[in-house]
């Protein structure tokens, strides 16, 4: 049998967050259960091997904090320091897909390749734009600084699934956004699915609704069954946006509590 890749440190960092929000806020038709009323975490996670350090997603800046309500806890590229790592220093960067608060901030990366699905290039700057509704989580700004990346030569395509590394690959699911990907990450606990927002809370993918802002339905809910396949259990699969995130998983030292937890460890509070 094959032998196993080394396994990766696996981080998430929280960098903004969402309070107050509904049931029908979360949840195509609402809900009636518990938690359904979750407020919402922002994250970006790390993959770590010794020197090989892989970025899954940017966040957002000061800007679109203010223009959007939400609170900014800490930069990305400030978060990122906590682990030992510089912005410039980073030079491959996955980006799940483009929405504002996944695809912002860019230009703080100079040194980064970025992983992107060629459909989620496509969509982002193509036909469906002309709808207001779906470019509401598009950020014009991103848009062009991704242009921008791309001009430079710095962004590398993907189309379907695709190994980075020994024991790192990225999966398309599309349904929240046409391009959206999810990446699947060995750990020493096994393989983890970093599912950004194929399901934004675990309520989305345990009870099978989805979250509202949606592409395409039947390919959301299909995401759910990828990530679940491609994960080693159902408690190796990591929403993009709940905040029980913060509660399940220990923060690598006391220090770093409520900023950056570890998820290649197993969960305290799941299982």
Known sequence: MPSSPEPFELFALRYARLLGRKPADNYIGGGDFHNADSGLDYFVWVARRGAEVWLIDTGFGERAARERGRTLLL?????????????????????????????GTLDQFPNACF?????????????????????????????????????????????GSAELTPGLSVHWVGGHT???QVVRVFTQRGWVVLASDATHLYGNMERGIPFPIVYNVADMLQGHKTARALADSPDHVIPGHDPLVMEFYPP??????????????????RG
Do not use: S
Request: with cysteine.
């Open 75 to 103: 930069p990305v590229a400030k978060g990122l320091e906590l682990l030992g790592l510089k912005a410039e220093q980073i030079e491959n960067v996955i980006i799940t897909h483009l929405h504002y608060d996944h695809a």
């Open 115 to 159: 992983h992107l699905q060629n459909t989620e290039a496509a969509y982002a700057t193509g036909p469906c734009m002309c709808h207001p509704a779906m470019r509401h989580p598009f950020d014009v700004e991103d848009i062009v600084q991704y242009v921008r990346t791309l001009y430079a030569g710095r962004v590398t395509f993907h189309n």
């Open 178 to 180: 046409a391009g959206l």
């Open 252 to 269: 690598p030292t006391p220090e770093l509590q409520g900023k950056v937890v570890r998820l290649d460890i197993a969960p305290t509070q």
